[in-house]
């Protein structure tokens, strides 16, 4: 892989950070202390099983289904029970619904804590330095950011996860999406919505390719 | 620990400059995925708790914590873990030649995936909350400087706010090891966004935030 050595680029670490890696691997599977195939199986299931698809569904069903609606944002631990995408242990879900008066936000200013069994793992720029430290003191610059401008009267709440709780938005249902089914409406919502940094799609995005 | 993960309200680091959302790939090298998966299987084995993990990644030098990369501070906190641990050996670690197993057995496969999926609360859901604090009452943060860990963030320090919600007991995350498990009432206080950033601050906004009984005073 092509590197002049001298960039410090975030997608191509320098390889000295991948031997480190190997050598600690070989070193704990030596020990007995961790299993390859184990490794291999948790890689599997975060890279390609569990990601925001999971979320989609809960809240494709929630804009379709207002007593699930209702029990998602009463206990959402136990309505996404219903879908069979548990938490990691520890981990309780709060759903937090988006209106025309209030948007919410999430982030971790702390670390990174996300909700892993209904997104997966967090993208990068929600790891980042510049979104944990801005998102609680510049909620609306942030969100201009990610193309996302709210009328001034709007509520903006911004959910630091400081503690196991983990945050789901369920962002507001699109306007001209009557009669939508589930699967349809899975289309208009985006892993960037559901942290609320960006509104779900319109019909109109959709058919431009958006 | 007051370090730089700590990063509520700080400036000057610039855009976010997000990757498009259908073109990121979950993990940006290999490493990183085998990072993630062997931090997740140590954890699994109990010799720290997830605070002890945090408290490694984030007791770092603060240079060395802000030039890394997300993963290359995992690999720098399982690094640390496991000396700590004294089941690998400083040298083990510098050659990465094991001197001999280790007694504590490997979580296999079929065991890791039941652990990332187990339900259950942080402790006993059905237990009696008796929470000192009410919805609605006025609450503020205490000031305090902590050599440990703590999910206290600066920002709210010394803040008032108002509780919105009871979450229940929870492991208290600034005691929390593996032989020394506590539990309190987890609130969540709603800030108004003046009371954190002044009157220059964003303009009808609140923030959030989950805090432990222990953190919080009358005001």
Not at chain 1, 54 to 68: C, H, I, L, S, Y
Not at chain 1, 70 to 78: F, G, S, V, Y
Not at chain 1, 178 to 192: C, D, F, Y
């Amino acid at each position: 892989m092509p590197h002049d050595g001298h960039d410090h680029d975030h997608t191509e670490p320098p390889s000295d950070v991948a031997l480190r890696v190997k050598s600690l691997e070989s070193l704990l599977i030596d020990k007995g202390l961790v299993d390859p195939a184990a490794i291999d199986a948790l890689v599997d299931r975060y890279a390609h099983r569990v990601g925001p698809q999971n979320g989609k569904k809960v809240v494709a069903r929630a804009w379709t289904d207002p007593e699930f609606k209702q029990r998602l944002l009463d206990d959402a631990r136990e309505a996404v029970g219903e879908f069979d995408f548990k938490g990691r242990p520890g981990e309780r879900l709060v759903a937090v619904e988006n209106t025309p008066e209030v948007h919410n936000l999430v982030v971790c200013t702390l670390c990174s804590c996300y909700p892993w069994n209904v997104l997966g793992l967090p993208p990068v720029w929600y790891k980042s330095a510049p979104y944990r430290a801005r998102a609680v003191s510049d909620p609306r610059g942030v969100l201009g950011e990610f193309g996302t401008e709210l009328p001034d009267e709007v509520e903006v709440r911004v959910w630091d996860s400081t503690a196991e709780m983990r945050y789901l938005v369920v962002p507001e249902r699109p306007t001209g999406t009557e009669g939508w089914s589930a699967e349809q409406l899975e289309k208009l919502i985006t892993r960037n919505s559901m942290i609320g940094v960006e509104q779900a799609k319109s019909p109109a995005d959709l058919e431009g390719g958006a | 620990m007051d370090n730089v993960h700590d990063m509520g309200g700080m400036q000057a680091f610039g855009p976010i400059n997000p990757e498009p959302e259908t073109e990121e790939p979950v993990f940006h090298a290999e490493w990183e995925s085998r990072v993630f998966a062997m931090t997740l299987l140590s954890g699994f084995l109990r010799q720290w708790t997830n605070d002890m993990a945090r408290h490694a990644r984030e007791s770092q030098n603060p240079v060395t914590y802000l030039r890394n990369t997300y993963y290359e501070n995992w690999l720098a906190g399982l690094e640390t873990l496991w000396v700590g641990s004294g089941q690998v050996t400083p040298e083990e670690l510098a050659k990465g030649i094991s001197s001999g197993k280790s007694d504590i057995q490997a979580i296999d496969a079929e065991k890791a995936l039941v652990s990332v999926k187990g339900a259950g609360g942080p402790v006993d859901p059905e237990a009696p909350v008796n929470a000192g604090l009410k919805v609605g009452d006025r609450v503020r943060v205490k000031t305090f400087h902590p050599m440990g860990h703590t999910r206290a963030p600066r920002y709210l320090r010394g803040r008032e706010g108002v509780i919105d919600r009871i979450h229940g007991r929870h492991i208290y995350p600034d005691t929390h090891t593996v032989e020394n498990v506590e539990d309190y009432p987890l609130y969540s206080v709603r800030f108004e966004g003046a009371e954190l950033w002044g009157p220059d601050g964003n303009k009808r906004s609140a923030v959030y935030a989950d805090l432990w009984e222990p953190y919080l005073e009358q005001p």
